[in-house]
């Protein structure tokens, strides 16, 4: 595996922390204000933003919703790979009464904080 700067691996933690804790506070703190989320599950279940949602509002009701509906929902980190400005991650979705998923997403970070993320499912 690839060393991560530490700032980059800081946030790539947290992120899974964040994350597998449902804590939506501590993940939004990690996003800019005017950031952009693509996922090809956004798509199928909101298909008027063709995937994509801005701004963290929008993060905020779509994660909200995810952590409603799937009150099991964890990620099981299998790689992180980072440079200056990006952090590539690799993990499985684990949700009961669901088949594992596997996950690749790619967190684009300026300033400490992720700018742009999209979401890659196996």
């Known amino acids: 595996m690839q060393t991560l700067s530490l700032s980059n691996k800081h946030i790539a933690t947290t992120w899974f922390e964040a994350f597998n804790g449902h804590d ?4 939004l703190s990690l996003y800019d204000n005017k950031a952009q989320h693509y996922s090809p ?3 199928a279940r909101l298909p008027e933003t063709k995937g994509l949602i801005k701004g963290k509002e929008a993060l905020r009701s779509w994660w ?13 980190v299998i790689r992180l790979t980072a440079d200056e400005e990006q952090v590539f991650m690799e993990y499985i979705r684990h949700v009961e009464g669901e088949e594992d998923l596997p ?4 967190l684009q970070i300026e300033n400490g904080l992720i700018v742009f993320s999209r979401v890659y499912h196996g």
């Open 103 to 106: 996950v690749g997403e790619v």
């Open 64 to 76: 909200q919703d995810a952590f409603d509906r799937f009150p099991t929902l964890q990620y099981e």
């Open 24 to 27: 939506l506070e501590k993940l």
């Open 41 to 43: 599950k956004l798509k």
